[in-house]
Nanobody, 121 residues
Framework: QVQLVESGGGSVQPGGSLRLSCAASGSIFSVNVMGWYRQAPGNQRELVATITSGGFTEYVGSVKGRFTISRDNAKRTVYLQMNSLKFEDAAVYYC???????????????WGQGTLVTVSS
């Protein structure tokens, strides 16, 4: 069983910062791409940022320059540093990881349970 456990959500004022963490655990051979997605009420889930095991990153345009994704491969953990938060950043943030459970196994897509980020004055 592979699990992703997220932490770090909460409530912040506009312009504030939060740091999300997501740790992968369980029967894992290696972790490939990790990423953060978000879903606001009434909206579809959207990609926020991804990072490969080699550190290559991609961001959705609305967060570029404000959010930073990083990872610690030894800890199988991905982070999302969110600065200059705006009202429109409020959402449930989900972590996703593409995982190989054993050598040569198929790639498994695993999702976290989500962590709520609220932006209000």
């Amino acid at each position: 069983q592979v699990q992703l456990v997220e932490s770090g959500g909460g409530s912040v004022q506009p312009g504030g910062s939060l740091r999300l963490s997501c740790a992968a655990s369980g029967s894992i051979f290696s972790v490939n791409v990790m990423g953060w997605y978000r879903q606001a009420p009434g909206n579809q889930r959207e990609l926020v940022a991804t990072i490969t095991s080699g550190g290559f990153t991609e961001y959705v345009g609305s967060v570029k320059g404000r959010f930073t994704i990083s990872r610690d491969n030894a800890k199988r953990t991905v982070y999302l540093q969110m600065n200059s938060l705006k009202f429109e950043d409020a959402a449930v943030y989900y972590c996703k990881a593409n995982v190989y459970k054993t050598f040569g196994s198929r790639l498994l897509e695993v999702w976290g349970q989500g962590t709520l980020v609220t932006v209000s004055s």
